[in-house]
């Protein structure tokens, strides 16, 4: 006979010994479709700085493992990057990126950000659909200027 295990699932909002999951889960997904930029090595030697910046990174946390994570970067002008999001290959599937992205814009909403906007790529469709699907329409499709495997970008649309 199977136990059930009851799972304990939070998300914790800047807590400093989540952010080496916060890298590895991030360098993981960008190592699986793209390649690793010069920009995400400068956020790995420094991920507290999100943080000190005036923004929010956030941990799913499931039986005391990180298994999604997602940031809000301050831009300045009350204006927020909803950035390096990902959930481990293992856990995807769960709603675990519904989770994330809900938490994000709540507290952009408790914060008034002026505007919340997003770059991705649109052959990450699965992601793109949950970015339409919670209010984000595309603003461009072009090369970013500072991500290399960016061709989109987004605007939340309450925003």
């Known amino acids: 006979?199977?136990?059930?295990?009851?799972?304990?699932?939070?998300?914790?909002?800047?807590?400093?010994?989540?952010?080496?999951d916060f890298i590895r889960l991030n360098e993981e997904w960008i190592i699986s479709?793209?390649?690793?930029?010069?920009?995400?090595?400068?956020?790995?030697?420094n991920p507290q700085k999100v943080i000190d910046d005036g923004g929010y990174i956030y941990s799913l946390v499931l039986n005391n493992e990180v298994v999604g994570v997602c940031a809000l970067f301050?831009?300045?002008?009350?204006?927020?990057e909803l950035a390096r999001m990902a959930v481990s290959p293992k856990h995807q599937g769960k709603g675990y990126g519904e989770k994330l992205i809900?938490?994000?814009?709540?507290?952009?909403?408790?914060?008034?950000?002026?505007?919340?906007?997003?770059?991705?790529?649109?052959?990450?469709?699965?992601?793109?659909?949950?970015?339409?699907?919670?209010?984000f329409e595309s603003v461009t499709k072009e090369q970013h200027p500072v991500y290399s495997r960016a061709n989109i970008t987004m605007v939340h649309?309450?925003?």
């Open 102 to 135: 809900n938490v994000c814009l709540s507290k952009a909403k408790e914060i008034k950000a002026s505007k919340v906007y997003l770059v991705s790529n649109t052959k990450l469709e699965t992601a793109i659909a949950l970015y339409t699907k919670h209010g």
């Open 74 to 80: 301050n831009e300045g002008n009350n204006v927020y």
């Open 1 to 20: 006979m199977l136990k059930k295990h009851n799972k304990k699932l939070e998300i914790v909002e800047n807590e400093s010994k989540y952010l080496n």
């Open 157 to 159: 649309n309450a925003s």
């Open 33 to 45: 479709y793209f390649q690793l930029e010069d920009i995400d090595r400068k956020l790995a030697e």
